[in-house]
């Protein structure tokens, strides 16, 4: 069984950065794509960026394009989520997720990924 671990979420102010981290256990990805999605109280939840588990490809949503890189530590099977330049906006409910196999398009649908991990709140004060 695939477990994902998340954290480094927390309380910021708007254009501090922080990082997320997404471990996994249970198996390697070394043949996965991982992805960032994100969900405000009431509402679907949103992609926000995905990688290949080699790295060779990453994908955003417009909304965090140029502020946001995700990249991955094989050695340490995780991936992680750069947050830059936060904005009071981006204050949700931050998941990881990950495939069964690798996505070699952008996958915004949550219901298109496998596993996930457990929420972690990020708050950014103006």
């Known amino acids: 069984q695939v477990h994902l671990e998340v954290s480094g979420g927390g309380l910021v102010q708007a254009g501090d950065s922080l990082r997320l981290s997404c471990a996994a256990s249970?198996?390697?990805?070394?043949?996965?794509?991982v992805a960032w999605f994100r969900q405000a109280p009431g509402k679907e939840r949103d992609f926000v960026a995905q990688?290949?588990?080699?790295?060779?490809?990453?994908y955003y949503s417009d909304s965090v394009k140029g502020r946001f890189t995700i990249s991955e530590d094989s050695a340490q099977n995780t991936v992680y989520l750069q947050m830059s330049s936060l904005k009071p906006e981006d204050t949700v409910v931050y998941y990881c997720?990950?495939?069964?196999?690798?996505?070699?398009?952008?996958?915004?649908?949550?219901?298109?990924?496998?596993?996930w991990g457990q929420g972690t709140q990020v708050t950014v004060s103006s």
């Open positions: 249970g198996r390697t990805f070394s043949s996965s794509s």
């Open positions: 997720a990950a495939a069964n196999r690798i996505f070699f398009t952008k996958m915004t649908r949550a219901y298109d990924w496998d596993y």
């Open positions: 990688i290949k588990w080699s790295g060779s490809g990453t």
